[in-house]
């Protein structure tokens, strides 16, 4: 019989990840669990609709070598500053959850100037 397990989530990304405007960029999450955990994507705490929007897609697809893993794959369309922000990767099965996290920035230096008093 099979052995349950809670699940597990990688992100083959470093924890921040500069980006470029106007670029499309594609989030890889890699879940592990048994049963198979449901995926959920997050910014800054809010739930990334699965289906329906003009600045994400969201695509699940198999792990690479047979194994129990599926991929989840968050594409943010056309980079703009609302866009950028901490992402989440979030997978639930009825064992638990596991939730990694993810900060997208812009590599321009601009974004770097601190407000001081």
Known sequence: NEFICPPTVSLPHP???TVLPDEDVLLHCQVAGNPIPTVAWMKDGNAIPQVGSDLYS????SGE?????????LTIKNMSRPSLGLYSCVAKNMEGMEEKELQITYEESEEIFVESD
């Open 15 to 17: 924890h921040q990840q």
């Open 58 to 61: 969201i695509r699940q697809k």
């Open 65 to 73: 070598d047979d194994s129990i893993a599926i991929i989840s794959v």
